[in-house]
Antibody, heavy 123, light 109 residues
Framework: QVHLVQSGSELKKPGASVKVSCKAS????????MNWVRQAPGQGLEWMGW????????TYAQGFTGRFVFSLDTSVSTAYLQISSLKAEDTAVYYC????????????????WGQGAMVTVSS | EIVLTQSPATLSLSPGERATLSCRAS??????LAWYQQKPGQAPRLLIY???NRATGIPDRFSGSGSGTDFTLTISSLEPEDFAFYYC???????????FGQGTKLEIK
């Protein structure tokens, strides 16, 4: 079975950094790009961008440049999201997500999601 | 950048009733339109992709329709487990990026 398992909740102070992991299993990690999605408390979903798991090339959505970095460790089938200079407004659940593939075809929607990693920024 | 506007913000219905949720795009770009269901404390669940195709394992009471700028998710007869938040998402052709709508809360009347 295919799974994405994320790291646990984090409590950080403003100005600190955090690194969230997303470990894939059950499929060839480098075949499919990994997306990141943010959900602030009580709010909707925001697409943060994606990383090409074959080349390591990241693409960031507007509003997620500068302090946000996507990276990989393909040896352990894991994608990472690092956020630096944390602010209170970074408090959110961060999801990794993979595109939907079935019957040998892939589609522009996400069907495989991690369980989410809650990052709380508070002094 | 495309903006997706979902309506209504909240929909109050009873089990057995028909639900119609709307998603309107600020411009016509692609029909790569997906619908997700999300319950509190859970990751989103893909229901519909490419505007009208049900994802694997999704009951046939869920259906999607539309093209261009207007898309609809219909739940033909609400089950108790269908009361949740629903989000639409579009993948634009250029620039290649994803956008989510702000969501519709489907609550029990």
């Amino acid at each position: 079975q295919v799974h994405l398992v994320q790291s646990g909740s984090e409590l950080k102070k403003p100005g600190a950094s955090v690194k969230v992991s997303c470990k894939a299993s059950g499929y060839t990690f480098t075949t499919y790009a990994m997306n990141w999605v943010r959900q602030a408390p009580g709010q909707g979903l925001e697409w943060m961008g994606w990383i090409n798991t074959n080349t390591g090339n990241p693409t960031y959505a507007q509003g997620f440049t500068g302090r946000f970095v996507f990276s990989l460790d393909t040896s352990v089938s894991t994608a990472y999201l690092q956020i630096s200079s944390l602010k209170a407004e970074d408090t959110a659940v961060y999801y990794c997500a993979r595109i939907y593939c079935t019957g040998g075809n892939c589609y522009k929607a996400f069907d495989l999601w991690g369980q989410g990693a809650m990052v709380t920024v508070s002094s | 950048e495309i903006v997706l506007t979902q309506s209504p913000a909240t929909l109050s219905l009873s089990p057995g009733e028909r639900a119609t949720l709307s998603c309107r795009a600020s411009q016509s770009d692609s029909n790569y339109l997906a619908w997700y269901q999300q319950k509190p404390g859970q990751a989103p669940r893909l229901l519909i992709y490419d505007a009208s195709n049900r994802a694997t394992g999704i009951p046939d009471r869920f259906s999607g329709s539309g093209s261009g700028t207007d898309f609809t998710l219909t739940i033909s007869s609400l089950e108790p487990e269908d009361f949740a938040f629903y989000y639409c998402q579009q993948r634009s052709n250029w620039p290649p990026m994803y956008t989510f709508g702000q969501g519709t809360k489907l609550e029990i009347k």
